[in-house]
């Protein structure tokens, strides 16, 4: 089992900049990817960005140039940097972690609010 721990959301203008942080414990060893996905209220959850084990990143195109996601192996941490907030990021951000081996477990965080003021 994995647990994640995120923090950092909270309330921020227009323009404005989070880090949320997202700790893993647990069994470590069996996470390949990690990443952020965020849920507005009456939407899908939706993925915001991905890092591999291996450092590969992946982003959606709404936040590309603006979000960055990085990982600490050391830490068992992964970032998810946020500039240039738009109201459109309001949200509950998630973290999670794939499974690297059979059954590809997914892994999820409690979630951090975001709210991105006009």
């Known amino acids: 089992q994995v647990q994640l721990v995120e923090s950092g959301g909270g309330l921020v203008q227009a323009g404005g900049s989070l880090r949320l942080s997202c700790a893993a414990s647990g069994s470590i060893f069996s996470i390949g990817s990690m990443g952020w996905y965020r849920q507005a209220p009456g939407k899908e959850r939706e993925l915001v960005a991905v890092v591999t084990s291996g450092g590969s990143t992946n982003y959606a195109y709404s936040v590309k140039g603006r979000f960055t996601i990085s990982r600490d192996h050391a830490k068992n941490t992964v970032y998810l940097q946020m500039i240039s907030l738009k109201p459109e990021d309001t949200a509950v951000y998630y973290c999670?972690?794939?499974?690297?081996?059979?059954?590809?477990?997914?892994?999820w965080g409690q979630g951090t609010q975001v709210t991105v003021s006009s």
């Open positions: 999670n972690a794939k499974g690297s081996r059979w059954p590809f477990l997914d892994y």
